[in-house]
């Protein structure tokens, strides 16, 4: 429920402007507020201008959405931006699980797990472990493949270049959901206008999305997310690119500057984005399906009542359709249900992923769900407390290990506070950790890249025996064995 109070909040504080306008900025701002009526009115073909903002009405939106983003908080301008926007890329987990599916409701503390595939990639020459990978059982193939390895999925009915070529222009959109003829995916803009009314199609049906076209640019109107802010832009900066969205005279900052650089922004392009009516108010399915395509993981404890009914009942379905639309693969687990992608390319945050704080985040879920992994795999808890001192002392054992042989940041090196917050905050975007008052959640998805579970073995007297207790209060050297 974190997501939609937080949504409901910022529509509270964001909605509204006292003119009671019928489009533009003010009525974008308000379109997930509680009762907003859908927009049920025809939309305009792909393609074709929609009748609608005259030259003057884009500058008035232009001031009035900026006078509203330098009165916000920072989570509310977020928020009114992604609601005006939208212009955020689908988030997946990355690394596809080596082992066959398992029997419907296993959990993802126990089932595959993609650690093999995974973790190796950034350990230094020499580390070794002493629990090994479990072999995949005879008679099965891998459900994923390497870094380099495209979704295999069978076309769905006609030319099958077709259907490749509509992917292809979908997974776009998703990841870069606004592109412009002289920007950096221009050169995808002629294969996005070939397929425009299949497009827009599915992606009406699916996701109730609209799919807009003009003359240099196409636009996914994607529905608003909380979390998911233009880069590098707190309220001023917001209402800096509001101004200069309709020509404003002052010279805006200098990320302001990259994002209209990399927008290219035309007249009609900033009407557009400055104008354009809401999207229609979604129901639980759409909702879900929102959730599925944009955000790593979905778990049922998140979700409204409808919204988990309609998860729990079509799971199976829903996952299906993503699949073919988008080629994207499931994990259906006792929790909830994420999407990947076996390509690894339809993120906007990429886990497993190169850099410090991308694999140091890894290694510490890895080593925290070690620790404190549920032994028993019937009713397992959907996430487990992680003590404040096992956090601090993994992320120390970790940078001992890792930190000068991987070449690590010398900056988080130097400040493992800092290190330790950036870290938990990749977990928490993608889903596998959460904050809980002072201290944290481990999620269960986090698992998917530890080592699979070992059945717990018998408890013993002898000399060769394994330890019975071991206590959550470190790794490595300060760890101790009673």
């Not at 929102?290 to 079509?314: M, S, W």
């Not at 013993?460 to 025996?465: A, D, I, N, P």
Request: net charge neutral; hydrophobic share 40%; glycine share 10%.
């Amino acid at each position: 429920m974190e997501r939609h109070e937080a949504a409901a909040g910022a529509a509270a504080a964001t909605g509204g402007t006292g003119t009671r306008r019928t489009g533009g900025a003010g009525r974008l701002a308000t379109q997930a507020r509680p009762g907003t009526p859908p927009d049920d009115r025809p939309q305009p073909r792909p393609g074709r201008r929609p009748d609608g903002p005259s030259a003057a009405e884009p500058a008035a939106a232009a001031q009035e959405l900026a006078a509203r983003f330098a009165a916000a908080e920072p989570a509310e301008a977020d928020l009114l931006a992604a609601r005006v926007f939208g212009a955020y890329g689908a988030r997946h987990l990355g690394g596809a699980p080596q082992q066959a599916e398992p029997a419907p409701g296993t959990s993802w503390w126990h089932g595959p797990t993609v650690h093999h595939s995974t973790s190796p990639l950034f350990r230094p020459l020499g580390y070794r472990r002493i629990r090994r990978e479990a072999p995949t059982q005879a008679g099965t193939r891998p459900t994923g493949g390497g870094r380099h390895r495209k979704p295999e999925r069978p076309a769905a009915t006609g030319d099958p270049a077709a259907t490749t070529e509509l992917r292809t222009a979908a997974r776009l959109l998703m990841a870069h959901p606004l592109v412009t003829a002289d920007g950096p995916h221009g050169a995808a803009l002629a294969l996005i206008r070939r397929h425009a009314e299949p497009l827009a199609e599915h992606f009406h049906t699916l996701l109730g999305y609209r799919l807009t076209l003009g003359p240099a640019h196409a636009r996914l109107h994607k529905a608003p997310l909380p979390g998911r802010p233009l880069a590098g832009l707190d309220p001023a900066g917001y209402a800096a690119l509001a101004r200069a969205l309709a020509g404003g005279p002052a010279p805006a900052p200098a990320p302001v500057r990259a994002l209209l650089d990399t927008w290219r922004l035309p007249a009609e392009l900033a009407a557009d984005l400055l104008t354009a009516p809401p999207l229609p108010a979604a129901g639980p399915e759409v909702a879900v399906r929102r959730l599925l395509a944009e955000t790593p993981v979905v778990r049922y404890d998140d979700l409204a009542p409808a919204e988990r009914a309609h998860l729990l009942a079509a799971a199976p379905a829903e996952t299906e359709r993503f699949a073919d639309f988008l080629g994207l693969t499931a994990e259906i687990r006792a929790e909830g249900v994420a999407l990947f992608d076996p390509a690894d390319e339809l993120t906007d945050l990429a886990l497993p992923g190169p850099g410090t704080l991308a694999q140091a985040a890894l290694l510490l879920a890895e080593r925290l769900v070690e620790d404190l992994r549920p032994a028993a795999a019937e009713n397992a808890p959907p996430a487990v407390l992680v003590p404040d001192a096992l956090i601090d002392g993994t992320l120390g054992d970790i940078t001992d290990d890792y930190g000068m042989s991987a070449g690590w940041d010398a900056g988080y090196l130097a400040d493992l506070a800092a290190f330790r917050r950036d870290a938990l905050d990749l977990l928490h975007r993608m889903g596998l950790a959460a904050p809980a008052g002072r201290t944290w959640l481990l999620l269960a998805p986090a698992a998917r890249y530890a080592p699979r579970a070992e059945p717990e073995p018998p408890t013993g007297t002898g000399r060769h025996s394994r330890p019975a207790t071991v206590p959550a209060a470190g790794r490595g050297r300060d760890r101790q064995v009673v």
